[in-house]
């Protein structure tokens, strides 16, 4: 990197005087255009959800009648009677459901995960390169190659469309990407910190239990909420693996979707519903979400 | 550890290390005093049974699986590959996923570069990227949603199609007259010709010219229609385009009578012997019109079938054709944060001062851009590149909710068509396996290409 910032400078032309004023000028309109420029962007990116929002908090024959931007001439449409509605449907169940598969599916990814990558960082075993190898490479396998498979395993285990179905599918699909986030993490930790612990006599149970797992806070903090999110947001799986009594909320909206202009009301509030928790995530622990998308890009 | 939206991203090379960045660590260093490996094979156990079952053991199963029918009991061969690359529903499939795979990635990485760049240069830096970044957490379910909402074809619901009539309406003034035509019969001076109306004889100046227009329904009279004026006149050639209805009746045709109305915004043109418009002129609000500067001579008046084309209702986002763009849109919607964040992150590491050097030697902006910044950036480029192709291959949700299932097999992507086949209705899981298996090979060069980029790394 550093030899291309040297080199590169060479190709442009040099020994141009310091800058006019009329220089500074274009300057100074051309960060006006870029200020407009991305004041429409940053629209382009934030009306759609505020279209979902809006309708969500009208009726349905409002809606039909007149697009969501008449809000702002007519705000007293507003009203919580989609949400309100949204309790007594199907909805309320699979809303659970969605809880009931994301939060065991994340504690054990984390948990598994976890002690995979501690032994692939700091135990030595024959075979431990290739075998991370194998990891690195299932990180972007397709979840298609697994459904018909699993599917005739679980119908043959009499566990097709369970909760522990769905959550087992999840946790498998997360391992790759925890135990090589994890993995790369626990190398970092400082060899002298496991050489005490086990210079002590500490067992490998109890250096990973309070040695390396608290350390390794951070990365377990990154995996937890993209992992979290992962499993919220899911709707191929579900599809295939959740029955209707078991269904998530993504499921759940989907079999809504066949009469989409009669059910706005319910699909504008419950997908409003399904992404608040995520949102309020996002914002609260954007930090870890993004660490853990940038080390889980850069393979 | 200190990446944020807010504030400068460490790059991206650094973001999975903790204390140290990981893959640097020699091994030597980290293999004394280990445990038997009794001791690892129990830490590795769960992991390594979740992904036997669950991961590996499926792909094998899947190669066997494909080779067979529907049933699962005759062997077909490659006879399920065969049906991918000839049933002509699959070839718009694979047509769909090659457009995905060559349009969404360059999309969402320049969109990615150049928010990246911009955002360097605004104070509200901080809430644009929360803004953009924001679908990254929200389901592809609910963005589906969303995009139902904003692609809905009647501009009066759909945001779209309501930009771009606004749009369209702005730029455009002429008025439509949907469904109105001229008076028929042989007394009247003008008529039809395919879909547009010309004067039988041919128009002289001095005389003005009437066009007797019938049909025009009420919701399209425009209010500021003045009564018409009969002798329209001038210097050069002129006349009257008007309704030719009196209401409560009693009125003559083909003839001005005073209840009658002009019809305001008619483009009109005048025609040369041989065809071409001379001139154009727009009718006033009592429907008089006039050519200005026309030379004398004989010409034929013509209303364009533009004046009776219904208004300007956007586009069908949903219909047939325009699916899979919009779907791409949607796409890039999502995952522009993404790009944006990492392209940020890797222009954040970027050494100052040769940016710096370089425009104080009087390089412009987009020479820095160009040839600095670019190439700098060309890793993480390559990164976002590479993640939204394997992306783009696995789009499913988005394509499964945004196009409504009259429009699917015209919206259809692999991935899609893997779990309509199988589980969708179709119960083939010997072609959904082929399905899978060809989604496998598809991202398989990526598999080699991580793992060879680890190794490398890693030793």
Do not use: C
Request: proline share 6%; aromatic share 10%.
């Amino acid at each position: 990197m550093s030899t291309a910032t040297a080199t590169a400078p060479t190709g442009l032309e040099a020994g141009a005087p310091r800058r006019s004023l009329a220089s500074k000028l274009v300057d100074r309109l051309g960060s006006g255009a870029v200020q407009v420029v991305m004041v429409v962007l940053g629209l382009f990116w934030l009306v759609p959800t505020l279209g979902l929002l809006v309708v969500s908090m009208r009726t349905t024959q409002v809606n039909n009648a007149e697009g969501w931007w008449t809000i702002f001439t007519k705000p007293a449409e507003l009203t919580i009677q989609n949400y309100a509605n949204l309790l007594g449907s199907g909805f309320t169940a699979s809303f659970w459901n969605t809880v009931l598969i994301t939060v065991p599916t994340t504690v054990l990814v984390i948990g598994i995960a976890a002690m995979a990558a501690y032994a692939f960082a700091w135990m030595d075993f024959r075979g431990r390169d290739t075998a991370f190898l194998v990891v690195v490479g299932l990180l972007i396998v397709p979840i298609q190659i697994a459904l018909i498979p699993v599917a005739s395993l679980y119908g043959a285990a009499g566990i097709f469309g369970s909760l522990p179905g769905v959550i087992l599918f999840h946790v498998a699909f997360g391992l790759p990407f925890a135990i090589f986030l994890l993995r790369n993490f626990f190398v970092g930790i400082p060899a002298s910190l496991l050489e005490a612990a086990r210079m002590d006599g500490a067992s490998e149970w109890k250096i990973f239990a309070s040695v390396v797992f608290p350390l390794g806070k951070p990365a377990i903090a990154s995996l937890g909420i993209f992992q979290f999110l992962w499993v919220w947001n899911d709707m191929l799986i579900a599809l295939v693996f959740a029955d209707t009594g078991n269904q998530p909320m993504t499921k759940y909206l989907q079999s809504q979707m066949r009469q989409f202009g009669s059910n706005v009301d319910i699909l504008s509030s419950g997908a409003f519903m399904s992404l608040i928790i995520p949102l309020v995530l996002f914002f609260a622990f954007q930090r870890y979400f993004v660490q853990g998308m940038m080390a889980g890009s850069v393979k | 550890m200190t990446e944020r939206l807010d504030g400068r991203q460490d790059p991206p090379a650094q973001a999975a290390g903790g204390p140290s960045p990981g893959p640097a660590a020699s091994p030597s260093e980290r293999r004394r005093l280990g445990p038997s490996p009794a001791v690892a094979i129990a830490f590795l156990l769960p992991a390594a049974l979740l992904l036997g079952v669950w991961v590996v053991y499926p792909i094998v199963y899947s190669i066997f699986r494909s080779l067979f029918d529907a049933a699962g009991t005759g062997f077909v061969g490659l006879g399920n590959y065969a049906t991918i690359f000839s049933d002509s529903g699959m070839l718009t499939t694979i047509r769909n996923n090659l457009i995905w795979v060559v349009v969404a990635p360059i999309m969402v990485t320049t969109l990615g570069l150049i928010f990246a760049v911009l955002t360097e240069r605004i104070r509200w830096s901080t809430a644009f990227k929360l803004i953009v970044f924001m679908p990254m957490a929200v389901s592809l379910m609910a963005a589906g949603v969303i995009f139902r909402l904003v692609y809905e074809e009647n501009p009066d619901r759909g945001v779209a199609n309501a930009i771009l009539t606004t749009v369209h309406d702005t730029f455009s003034t002429s008025q439509g007259y949907p469904e109105a035509r001229p008076r028929g019969g042989d007394e009247s001076p003008v008529a039809d010709q395919n879909g547009a109306v010309v004067t039988k004889q041919p128009a002289q100046a001095g005389r003005p010219v009437l066009i007797p227009i019938v049909g025009v329904r009420p919701e399209f009279m425009p209010d500021n229609a003045q009564p018409a004026r009969a002798d329209a006149a001038g210097d050069g050639l002129a006349g009257t385009v008007w309704f030719d209805f009196t209401p409560g009746g009693g009125g003559q045709n083909n003839v001005v009578d005073a209840a009658e109305r002009g019809l305001p915004g008619m483009t009109v043109e005048a025609l040369q012997a041989d065809g071409q418009v001379a001139a154009t002129a727009t009718t006033a609000e009592d429907g008089s019109f006039q050519f200005e500067g026309l030379p004398q001579g004989s010409y034929t008046v013509r209303l364009p079938q533009s004046n009776f084309e219904t208004s300007y209702g956007g586009l069908s986002w949903l219909g047939p054709t325009l699916i899979t763009p919009a779907i791409i849109g949607a796409f890039v919607w999502v995952w522009a944060g993404f790009a944006m964040v990492l392209i940020a992150a890797g222009l954040a590491a970027i050494p100052r001062d040769a940016l710096e050097a370089a425009r104080i030697d009087g390089a412009t902006e987009w020479q820095v851009f160009r040839r600095i910044t670019v190439p700098l950036l060309s890793p993480v480029l390559l990164v976002v590149f590479v993640t939204m192709i394997i992306n783009t291959l696995k789009v499913f949700d988005l394509v499964f909710i945004i196009a409504p299932a009259s429009v699917q097999p015209q919206a259809n992507v692999v991935a899609l068509e893997m779990w309509r086949v199988a589980f969708g209705g179709g119960n083939n899981q010997g072609l959904g396996s082929a399905l899978a298996i060809f989604l496998l090979l598809l991202v398989l060069p990526f598999m080699i290409m991580n793992i060879r980029r680890f190794r490398r790394g890693d030793s």
